[in-house]
């Protein structure tokens, strides 16, 4: 295995500390990799390759799958069918006693905890990595750590690591972190993509529009909402003092509290919460601006689109379908295993270039040839905003650099940053930020900075003696690109895709990205403020 130097200083980190640790890098950078050769050097400290038992646990099964995949291809003795992975979970269960086992947590919890306990009491040294760790703090996923409060000394037997784009969880200090370690690297996207560990990237965020009575309800529903807050606020001040998640956790304890500490007003502000997100969801301009941007982003591009509702996702995979026949998949929890499969497979083989999902993609899927991702609609959590970026940022032959495009309301209470950290990019060549606007009425984006440069272009030309014919083809170009990234690549990037074009149309694009890509570089010399 050939490590990138940002896997070398992690592994240190985590010899360093004993073998126990959890790592925040981010989704696409080689998490796996890194993972798989740490079980190498830890054969080699334990001195006994056959001893190790190594016990991995993933939320999802897709992730289960991946990890067999990438263990068989760069563990050496997994090639071996004696030693290939093992699996436990609801629809296999293997013998816990391999050297490698994968558990899904829904089994785990009830299993995990007694097969390692087993494992160090005949005396093997146990290896538990812990992929999506975050998902582990919870009261029942905790379970899988309850051999370490049986009263059995685990001490140079009991190895952890634990992995995350996001480990930050309820009870991250008192449950994940006495029994994985504390974090021992953090590896954000800027510092990735400025190493080239994943693609360059672009995030749009995209302000939308309620129409007029959606704006009405919204309002309405608001100011309900306002009156149930000062109330709830009121009967319990201690709410004031929270933030954000812990609030909503706290309402909800009072929400479903029988006992005579029952509160009415905590499941209605809840409700009305619930009504409020859903109208923003569900806005009409969403899925209009969702088909308008696929119309203007070339033919072959492959995409990822993320939705928080089933029936959203539905409703936009039947308007794309209808649109770009047999070029559209779906998938979500409503599908069964076999449809879900079907459609990443049909989505990997490159039959279907459009993928749309809820929650299901958030984690645990390798869609590495995906270029664009669109945020249809999502939560204002962070950990889910970071593992979408995350989908489309892998490297890929042939893959330059990865776009996402955020929808949001503007009229909403919607966070108008993608990410709360973005400022933390500054100038960063290899991340760029893009705030545009679509008019739903109109179908129409707009793009400031864009048309501001695309302005001084057409003008400069003109100014030269530039013919009709020339001039015409070259507003033609510089409307394909307004909501594209490629303006934003350097010169020499853009030259480089002048020489790859295929035909004359694609050339003539690229020759006019590259005058763009120009006179944005003269305009910030100008004006660097």
């Not at 959890?22 to 989704?27: A, D, I, R």
Request: hydrophobic share 35%; proline share 4%; charged share 25%.
């Amino acid at each position: 295995m050939k490590l990138y130097t940002w896997q070398k200083e992690c592994i240190r980190a985590w010899q360093a500390n004993h073998f126990h640790g959890m790592v925040h890098v981010v989704t696409g950078a080689g998490k796996t990799v890194m993972a798989l050769y740490s079980i190498r050097l830890l054969e080699k400290y334990i001195g006994n390759e056959a001893s190790l038992r190594v016990k991995i646990v993933v939320p999802t099964f897709p992730l289960a799958a991946q990890w067999a995949f990438s263990m068989e291809k760069y563990l050496p003795d997994c090639k071996n069918a004696q030693e290939k992975p093992g699996f436990f979970h609801s629809g296999k269960t293997d013998n816990p006693h391999r050297k490698y086992m994968i558990y899904i947590i829904n089994s785990a919890r009830y299993n995990l905890a007694r097969h390692i306990l087993s494992d160090i009491q005949q005396g093997y040294p146990v290896l538990l990595i812990a992929d999506e760790c975050h998902h582990y703090a919870s009261p029942e996923n905790r379970k899988i750590f309850d051999f370490l409060t049986a009263g059995v000394d685990v001490t140079g037997k009991y190895f952890s690591l634990g992995l995350s784009a996001t480990p930050q969880a309820m009870d991250y200090d008192t449950i994940l972190v006495p029994n994985l370690g504390r974090e021992i690297f953090q590896y954000g996207f800027s510092e990735a993509a400025r190493r080239n560990n994943i693609c360059r990237f672009a995030i749009f965020q995209v302000a939308l529009s309620f129409s007029p009575k959606e704006m009405e309800e919204y309002q309405e529903i608001s100011e309900r909402l306002s009156v149930t807050r000062r109330r709830l606020l009121k009967k319990h001040p201690y709410l004031k003092y929270l933030d954000r998640f812990h609030f909503f956790s706290a309402v909800s304890r009072l929400a479903n509290t029988k006992d005579k500490h029952f509160d009415p007003v905590a499941p209605l502000f809840l409700n009305q919460t619930y009504r409020r997100q859903a109208l923003n969801h569900m806005a009409s301009a969403r899925i209009s601006c969702l088909v308008s941007l696929v119309e203007q982003l070339p033919s072959t591009t492959r995409i990822l689109v993320f939705c928080e509702r089933i029936h959203q996702a539905e409703k936009a995979w039947q308007i794309l379908s209808a649109k770009y026949p047999n070029q559209a998949g779906r998938y979500h929890s409503e599908l069964n295993r076999q449809a879900r499969k079907n459609t990443l497979e049909r989505f990997h083989d490159g039959s279907q270039r459009i993928l749309i999902s809820c929650r299901a993609l958030d984690e645990g899927i390798d869609v590495p040839d995906a270029a664009v991702g669109i945020v249809l609609s999502g939560s204002s959590v962070s950990r889910q905003r970071t593992q979408r970026l995350g989908r489309i940022l892998r490297r890929q032959n042939g893959k330059h650099s990865a776009c996402l495009y955020y929808f949001y309301i503007r009229e909403s209470t919607e966070d108008s940053v993608f990410l709360s950290d973005q400022e933390s990019f500054g100038q960063d060549s290899h991340v760029k930020i893009c705030d545009i606007s679509y008019l739903a009425p109109e179908n129409a984006f707009l793009h400031p900075a864009y048309e501001d440069t695309a302005r001084s272009l057409l003008e400069d030309m003109s100014l030269k003696g530039w013919d009709k014919p020339l001039m015409d083809e070259m507003r033609r170009c510089l409307l394909s690109g307004l909501v594209r990234p490629d303006w934003l690549m350097s010169p020499e990037d853009c030259s480089q895709q002048i020489e790859r074009a295929a035909n004359q149309r694609e050339k003539n694009y690229w020759i006019c990205m590259k005058r763009m890509a120009l006179e944005r570089e003269t305009k910030v010399k100008n004006n660097p403020f």
